[in-house]
C-alpha cells in the first residue's frame, strides 16, 4: 500500500492553461445584482442570494448574507479537491505549473480522455522528463468475436511517476475527443507504507434517497455515489511507529491511496479520506487495515 501526501496547486503556482475562465461575467463592484445572477470571483463561481446586491464582494462575504459559493470554475475543477466535477476542454487541456516543492508523482481521476502527457521542464530549460500515458483499454475478453466486438474503453484514473523538483515547470497535456474532462490532478510525494495482501475489499457508499409514497411506488433523489477501499496490508514489527505516524499524517486530509505501482487492474486506487485504520503487532509482522472513502 502507497500513499501520495498532496501538495495544492495555488494561483501563483498555474502558469497557464487553454481553459478560460469565462463561466460567468467577473464580479465588479459597481454593479447591482438580481438575486440568481451569477459571478466569477477568486476562481470560483458565486450565485446572488437577494436583489440590489452592490459592492459586496463575495470573497470576503464570510455569513453567506449576499453569495453562495456554487463551486470552482471549470479550469480550477480539475484542483479543487472534487472528483465528481470535472474540467471540460475540446481537443486537449493543457495546464502548465510551476512546482513549489520536490515532488514524485502525479494522480489524474475521473478522466475522460485518450491520453495523459506529462512534461518537466528545468528552470534552465532542459527537459528531464517527457512521457505520454495511453489511456485506451479493452475489457477482458476470452474469445476473437468478443475481441472484434467489444467496445473500447478507457483508463479514468492513472499515476504517473516523475521527477518533479522544485521550481521547475510541469506541463500537462490531457488529449481527447472533441470533448475531453478531467476530474481531478492530484500531485505530491509517493510514501510506502506496506505490502498489499489478500483481504483488500472493494464497495460503493450510495447517499441518494429512496422513498416509497403512499402505494408503495418507490422514487430515487439521485446524490453522490463514492467509492470504498478496504487495504489490507503487512509491515514489520519494526516499522509499526511510522506506519502509525503516516496514518496521523494523513487523518482528516485528502490523499491518495494505492495498492502497488503499475496499472490498477482491481480498482484499488483511491483519492479521498482515510475512515478508519488500525494495525495489529505481531512478533515479526504487523497486520494493518485503512479503510478510504473517495471524494464524492
Not at 15 to 28: G, M, R, T, V
Not at 83 to 92: D, E, K, L, N, S
Not at 250 to 268: K, Q
Amino acid at each position: 500500500m502507497r500513499i501520495i501526501l498532496p501538495t495544492p496547486v495555488t494561483p501563483a503556482a498555474l502558469l497557464a492553461s487553454n481553459i478560460p475562465e469565462d463561466d460567468h461575467p467577473a464580479w465588479a463592484a459597481g454593479v447591482t445584482y438580481a438575486r440568481g445572477a451569477r459571478v466569477v470571483a477568486e476562481h470560483g463561481v458565486w450565485e446572488s442570494v437577494a436583489d440590489g446586491n452592490q459592492g459586496h464582494d463575495p470573497a470576503g462575504d464570510t455569513l453567506g448574507s449576499w453569495w453562495l459559493r456554487i463551486g470552482a470554475t471549470n479550469r480550477w475543477r480539475a484542483f479543487d479537491e472534487r472528483i465528481g466535477g470535472q474540467t471540460v476542454g475540446g481537443p486537449t487541456i493543457t495546464y502548465s505549473i510551476r512546482l513549489p516543492r520536490t515532488l514524485n508523482r502525479i494522480a489524474f481521476f475521473n478522466l475522460d480522455a485518450a491520453s495523459v502527457r506529462v512534461k518537466v521542464t528545468t528552470p534552465a530549460g532542459a527537459t528531464i522528463h517527457d512521457r505520454t500515458v495511453d489511456l485506451v483499454a479493452r475489457d477482458p475478453v476470452g474469445t476473437f468475436w468478443e475481441y472484434v466486438f467489444t467496445e473500447f474503453a478507457f483508463t479514468p484514473n492513472v499515476i504517473v511517476a516523475a521527477p518533479l523538483p522544485a521550481g521547475a515547470t510541469l506541463d500537462i497535456t490531457v488529449t481527447g475527443g472533441a470533448v475531453t474532462r478531467v476530474g481531478e490532478i492530484v500531485m505530491g510525494r509517493d510514501t510506502p507504507v506496506g505490502t498489499t495482501v489478500a483481504g483488500t475489499g472493494l464497495g460503493l457508499v450510495d447517499y441518494s434517497v429512496k422513498q416509497r409514497d403512499e402505494w408503495g411506488g418507490l422514487y430515487i433523489v439521485p446524490r453522490p455515489v463514492t467509492r470504498t477501499v478496504s487495504l489490507a496490508f503487512q509491515v514489520p514489527l519494526e516499522g509499526a511507529a511510522r506506519v502509525q505516524s503516516i496514518m496521523e499524517r494523513v487523518s482528516s486530509r485528502l490523499a491518495v491511496f494505492y495498492a502497488g505501482e503499475g496499472a490498477d487492474l482491481w480498482g484499488t486506487t483511491v483519492a479521498g479520506i482515510l475512515r478508519d485504520y488500525d494495525l495489529t503487532l505481531g512478533h515479526a509482522i504487523c497486520d494493518g487495515r485503512a479503510e478510504v472513502e473517495s471524494l464524492a
